[in-house]
């Protein structure tokens, strides 16, 4: 396990080891504010401490993604490409736009898939997808298509894309 893995286990636990300091502010606020006041500082409290840890979280998981498709495309020989990673409710969503790739498509796809499916990250990620343009100012369009892509995707899993009369 390493040293990244080892840190988002222990911001998963810490996290909700937040509830821990927010009943100590409840305890000592609870004579001195409202009651809706004391609740609202002990909500706000855990809910920030649960939001930084999970912040900290994605920006490790992003580092090491990034990290790891950096490497993937140097090993491929191909160093012109755009990254996006989109932690998303449903997982990370990653998306590699190579530039002028051409020959080198195939190898850089398969590096990079070999590269994330190996990774210790593999299972917060929902979807990857690659795509080789001609240059950076095709990344908008070819953003939109995947964006499609995507939302058809997620409809088609959450059902809605059923096409036997229900909603």
Known sequence: ??????????????????????????????GVFAPWLTAVLTVGFWAG???????????ILCADIVKDITGALARAGHKDAVFEIKPLKIGIVIRVYLIRARHKSTLCSEAITSSITSGWYRHYVRA?????????ADVSEAQMMFNEDLWADIREKAGRGRNDGRK
């Open 1 to 30: 396990m390493g040293k990244s893995e080892r840190t988002i286990k222990t911001l998963n636990s810490v996290r909700w080891l937040g509830i821990v300091p927010a009943l100590i502010i409840y305890a000592v606020c609870a």
């Open 49 to 59: 401490f649960a939001f930084i840890c999970t912040s900290e979280k994605k920006r």
């Open 128 to 136: 990857m997808q690659i795509v080789d343009l001609d240059s950076e």
